[in-house]
């Protein structure tokens, strides 16, 4: 792990760039632009991360959103460099700073997962993805924290490893989960883009809180080998950026046989089901889901209202939630099995590291709902679920149905019914939600396999971001990125937050 006291003082360390606070939030193509022009090396804009993550993730408003810097990172920037003036640039990616999700083997640092017992989960070599994405010319500044285990269990972006991710929008607010960590830093300027996952709503939830677009692939479309699994029969890995292109771009480079980077699809002459079954658990995101419909209107879609089956409000609790539980601790027992000593090689030897920790008080304590419901997995490991993957996916072909009979290239929502809640550790009485599953909009994916994206669609007066959902059928990806990238040019919702 890099000391931070190594990195560079302030963000001058960017150089002849221009405004600091503008580079940090500049799309990827034009960060390319630059870096070929000769007005910006990789090395400057790594720099100038570091600095920022060193002004901002600890000190000033203490996002913490990272929890492990790459020692390499900077090494790697001049190496791409050197590269670019000999050869020319591997494409757009080439000397981009991203953030991985710290459930994602990255090579050189621990997979802890936000797990404090799982310091020494050291990989042999990066994920697939992450592999992928250095061989386009990203560049990994480091892990990004998560809700432990990758299960929030009402501590949303609060690990044993790290600590609490703060919403930069709103510091009294949870920057959802799990994939939290990866969400506040691509908002506030740490990195450029990060990876996440996605099993019930981890990169959609973090792209809604932080205006994000945030990509759940189809279930397949993307390799989740060398990702520690909470639930492999959901479980994803999807980018988080602060454009739709952006997302375009390392969608196309995690699944480069999908077709993403083809001819864009657009929104107009589309036909939507407006969904409105999530409807009613909080005034200000109803009001701005009713502004979003009509802007698709106003941006040439045709809508029509689309009433879900019954089973979609609940999927979680009666079908979802035993599944994963029937997953979890064998699927477990698989990835830590490959880790070397002395990290525990399964999940009972987690369990036993976590509770000698817990007891000697040498640790920060872990989530105890999460922990309490990683035992009783392992404890019916061998129960089947009462229903089973075939009664999820069953709800898929219904989704398919009811959008084919429709004639809706999509379905939209918002993806949460309610904005940003309370962090765990402090109240915040301005916060208001009527739903009693402000998540459960996301299960319908989840339980389908199918893809969704999240965009930005406005602005509480708390300000705090929400997010428009799109759902699709299964290889719909590229049709939902083109719908939201023109949806996002309509509107324009995105921005930085105002700490700085």
């Known amino acids: 792990m890099t000391d931070r006291s190594t990195m560079p003082a ?67 920037a001049v190496r791409l460099d050197r590269e670019r003036r000999l050869r020319g640039a591997r494409g757009p990616l080439h000397g981009i700073p991203m953030v991985v999700k710290d459930n994602i083997d990255t090579a050189g640092l621990p997979t802890t997962a936000g797990c404090a017992a799982l310091h020494e989960a050291l990989p042999a070599a990066d994920a697939p993805v992450v592999a992928r994405l250095r061989a386009a010319g990203a560049i990994v500044l480091g892990k990004a924290n998560m809700s432990e285990l990758a299960a929030s269990n009402g501590r949303f972006g609060y690990s044993s490893a790290s600590g609490l991710t703060l919403n930069p929008y709103r510091l009294s607010r949870n920057a959802s989960g799990s994939s939290s960590g990866t969400g506040a830093a691509v ?130 609790e009666r079908v979802l939630g035993d599944i994963a539980r029937s997953e979890w601790a064998v699927q477990l027992d698989r990835y830590l099995a490959r880790m070397p000593s002395p990290c525990p090689q399964d999940t009972a030897a987690l369990l036993a590291r976590i509770d000698a920790q817990w007891g000697d008080g040498s640790r920060r304590r872990p989530n105890p709902l999460t922990i309490a419901a990683l035992r009783h997995a392992l404890q019916t490991r061998d129960e089947p679920p009462r229903v089973g993957l075939s009664a999820a996916r069953a709800f898929g072909t219904a989704l398919a149905g009811l959008m084919e009979s429709n004639s809706c290239a999509a379905l939209v929502f918002p993806t949460l019914a309610c904005p940003a809640s309370p962090r765990f550790d402090l109240d915040d009485p301005s916060y208001r939600c009527r739903a009693s599953h402000p998540l459960a909009a996301m299960h319908m994916a989840s339980a389908a396999g199918f893809p969704e994206i999240s965009v930005p669609m406005g602005w509480t007066e708390a300000g705090v971001p929400a997010g428009l959902s799109l759902l699709g059928r299964a290889g719909d990806d590229r049709l939902l990125l083109g719908i939201a990238r023109d949806f996002e040019a309509a509107t324009r919702h995105r921005r930085a937050p105002a700490l700085w």
Do not use: W
Not at 46 to 58: E, N, S
């Open 10 to 76: 302030g963000p001058a360390a960017i150089g002849k760039t221009g405004p600091a606070c503008g580079l940090f939030q500049l799309p990827i193509v034009e960060l390319a632009c630059r870096m070929d022009a000769g007005t910006l090396t990789a090395e400057e804009l790594v720099a100038g991360h570091l600095a920022r993550i060193d002004a901002f993730d600890r000190a000033g408003p203490a996002i913490n959103a990272i929890s492990q810097l790459h020692p390499d990172a900077l090494r790697d």
């Open 187 to 316: 908002a506030a300027g740490l990195a450029v883009f990060g990876l996440g996952t996605d099993s019930f709503g981890s990169v959609r939830g973090p792209a809604c809180v932080h205006a994000l677009v945030g990509v759940r692939p189809t279930h397949g479309l993307v390799d989740t080998a060398g990702v520690l699994p909470l639930a492999q029969s959901f479980d994803t890995v999807g980018p988080l950026a602060r454009t739709v292109d952006d997302a375009a771009l390392v969608l196309a480079a995690l699944a480069p046989e999908a077709g993403i980077g083809g001819t864009h699809e657009r929104l107009a002459g589309r036909r939507l089901g407006i969904v409105m079954d999530f409807n009613g658990g909080n005034d200000e995101i109803d009001a701005l889901f009713s502004r979003a419909c009509a802007d698709l209107v106003d941006a040439g879609a045709l809508t029509v209202p689309v009433a879900l089956p019954a089973a979609a409000r609940h999927l979680y």
